[in-house]
């Protein structure tokens, strides 16, 4: 099979010979790839000129639907995605990570952008900053689509969940893609990827295929256009120095290869619920994958006193494992994802044993022609004197492979931690919370990710590995010094801030979301009478007064039973230095207020599901009265249902006109036509 690549809406079949992969079980050969021939400046300008208008011609709440459709869309072909893997050396548990968890991070970002952005093509950032005394000129920070296209170069380990980690925030941007995965299993995107092509869901030119090398995709890149690369560093490092990417200033992130630590406290004596936890995700992280991921623990750093009985209850775990042909029954451990691969880590594991003693496993006899699978049994290393040897902090085996690190003390430990040059996740196993601190404020500066296990949080843990869409992914130093991920800060990632500075009046029109002393508009009908597409941000309400009675107050307090001594004991509350006496209940305001400004009868507001941003600015005291300012702030239709999301700025002036409270009022309402019974 001759792999294609996806370029300007047709599939391209590279010129040449091209480069032979290779089943990492049989050594067979599984495909050839090439890149020969395709118009790369052609697919750059092709995504900026189709692709492009086409996301961005969409609402966030749209794009997510499209993730949430495509989702569904490979979850339906999921079994022939694991037919496959079965050639990447993946076992079943290896390929529901890559592909499973592929899939389900097009779903996670579905969910998010429709519950965290706007149903529109701008994204607000933070509230309004107002830049001058009178408040008639602001600012606003906002995040608008970038008008180029994201060029992924991912890597081999990761064939499905790498290309869709990084395609669900940048669709959601409203950005372009052109997919370069590694070539070892390129087979494996490259169906998942023909499947998206099929099944139509995306529109024209949102996405391409490139199955081989770059060519010189990267001179035809400019300042609205993104790279990001997952693989060694050696790599990503040439592609973050090529010169149009740095006179251009393009956005490149990197996550790369790092050594990851994971720290047993001193704590965890063996025995105990955190030692027995520690020993299990250690062997985990070594064998899932063939240890062939980016985030596996590459250093057991452990209390030098229990460093021998680490390895021998490690040594009994990874003697259990039964390398194979995943498709044989009893198999555990499949092969790694082809034999070069196989050769680096075979180098990798010599060049650290010269220095460290190999206490399980062995790397004879792995010199083997191509026409054999890449299996390897895990490898456990000890380095006695991991301060004067710095190759256990320097070389990655990229594969089963694990060096146990003992420490004097906690000092020593934040040191062999911090050795590692940055790191994409730390894990540190102990119930001493203060060993967590200690450990979190030392070190937490070289890593992305900190996990933090003991045997409270352990049946939940998503374990030491397992990056997950809504934190970020990515470290400082050798890591890379990039991010994927974090929910919607990844999405951010492939959008320009702007800062806005104009009228309230202006910005309001502009972002879509009304700004204090911006125009509000008043009419006959009531705000609550009008349904979701009669709205108009700045409609208004200005209630009339109501005078709060001593009575009152003590009536709130008898019936919520909130007898706080402010609000009951003169003396006391005079006493205080915010009051002049008793003061009224601030929830009573709340509740007064939603009296003055609520219409009461059935119609377009269906429900009330919170508040916001409550502050209470001015004391009020029995006798004082309250008006509320009621404003139409942000309107979000939902695409998919009868109603949309309604915010409204809420401000409580007493008789004085000074500020009482204010608040963002949350209320869901009826599209017209919609039955709001």
């Not at 509230?127 to 995040?143: A, D, N, Y």
């Not at 004067?388 to 146990?404: L, Y």
Request: aromatic letters at 6%; proline letters at 5%; hydrophobic letters at 40%.
């Amino acid at each position: 099979m001759r792999l294609q690549s996806f370029a300007q809406g047709a599939w391209f079949s590279g010129n040449g010979r091209g480069a032979v992969l290779s089943h990492a079980i049989t050594g067979e050969t599984v495909a050839e790839i090439s890149s020969e021939g395709l118009d790369f400046s052609g697919m750059a300008a092709y995504a900026r000129t189709v692709g492009g208008p086409a996301l961005r011609g969409m609402t966030f709440h749209q794009r997510a639907l499209l993730l949430k459709e495509l989702a569904l869309h490979l979850k339906g072909h999921e079994d022939a995605f694991y037919a496959i893997s079965r050639a990447t050396g993946a076992t079943r548990k290896d390929s529901d990570i890559d592909i499973a968890g592929g899939i389900a991070t097009l779903f996670s970002y579905s969910g998010r952008g429709r519950r965290e952005l706007p149903n529109d093509t701008i994204h607000i950032e933070g509230p309004p900053e107002v830049l001058s005394k009178q408040g008639t000129f602001v600012g606003q920070h906002i995040h608008v689509p970038l008008k180029g296209v994201a060029v992924h170069i991912n890597a081999f380990n990761f064939p499905v969940w790498g290309m869709l980690e990084k395609l669900a925030p940048t669709l959601l941007a409203g950005m372009p893609a052109i997919v370069k995965p590694a070539s070892q299993t390129a087979y494996l995107t490259e169906a998942v990827f023909r499947s998206i092509i099929d099944s139509g869901i995306l529109p024209e030119g949102a996405v391409q295929l490139i199955c081989g090398g770059v060519g010189d995709l990267l001179d035809h890149l400019d300042c609205q256009d993104a790279v990001t690369f997952t693989g060694s560093s050696r790599v990503g490092l040439a592609l973050r120095s090529h010169p149009n990417i740095l006179s251009r200033s393009i956005r490149f992130t990197m996550e790369a290869d790092s050594l990851n630590a994971s720290v047993l406290g001193p704590d965890a004596e063996p025995g105990s619920p955190e030692f027995d936890l520690y020993v299990a995700e250690v062997a985990r992280e070594m064998t899932v994958k063939c240890g062939q991921k980016c985030t596996a623990i590459r250093r057991a750093i452990v209390p030098r006193g229990v460093a021998k009985a680490v390895i021998d209850a490690l040594r009994v775990r990874l003697s259990r494992e039964v390398v194979g042909d995943p498709g044989t029954k009893g198999v555990t451990m499949g092969a790694l994802a082809s034999h070069s691969q196989l050769q680096e880590v075979v180098g990798r594991v010599r060049e650290l044993n010269r220095n460290c003693e190999m206490v399980h496993g062995s790397v004879d006899g792995l010199d083997a022609a191509e026409d054999r699978g890449a299996f390897m049994e895990p490898v456990l290393l000890y380095c006695d004197e991991p301060l004067a040897n710095s190759e256990v902090h320097d070389i990655e085996a990229f594969g089963p492979v694990c060096t146990v690190v003992p420490y004097k003390d906690s000092d020593e430990a934040v040191l062999l931690s911090q050795m590692g040059q940055g790191s994409l996740v730390s894990s540190v196993f102990t119930r001493d919370d203060e060993f967590a601190r200690l450990m979190v404020l030392e070190t937490g500066g070289w890593h992305g990710r900190m996990l933090i296990v003991n045997r409270d949080c352990a049946d939940e843990s998503t374990g030491h590995g397992s990056p997950l869409p809504n934190l970020i992914h990515g470290g400082p130093g050798r890591a890379g010094g990039g991010e994927e991920l974090g929910g919607i800060r990844g999405v951010l990632h492939y959008m320009q801030r702007v800062a806005l500075q104009g009228s309230p009046t202006t910005l309001s029109h502009v972002t879509g979301k009304w700004i204090a002393g911006s125009k509000q508009q008043r009419d006959d009908v009531h705000p609550f009478r009008k349904h979701l597409e009669a709205l108009r941000i700045g409609d208004s309400l200005v209630t009339e007064s109501r005078t709060i009675s001593m009575e009152d107050l003590e009536h709130f307090a008898e019936f919520s039973g909130d007898r706080f001594y402010a609000h009951m004991d003169e003396d006391a509350a005079k006493a205080n230095p915010f009051f002049d006496g008793r003061v009224v209940h601030g929830y009573f305001i709340v509740s007064a207020a939603a009296g003055l400004f609520v219409d009461p009868s059935p119609g377009p507001v269906l429900a009330n599901y919170g508040l916001e941003n409550l502050r209470f600015h001015t004391p009020l005291y029995p006798g004082d009265s309250i008006r509320v300012q009621f404003t139409c702030k942000q309107k979000i239709p939902r695409e998919t249902e009868d109603y949309g999301e309604v915010r409204w700025d809420c401000q409580v002036f007493n008789q004085k006109d000074e500020l009482v409270a204010g608040y963002d009022v949350l209320t869901l309402v009826a599209k017209r036509g919609a039955d709001a019974a």
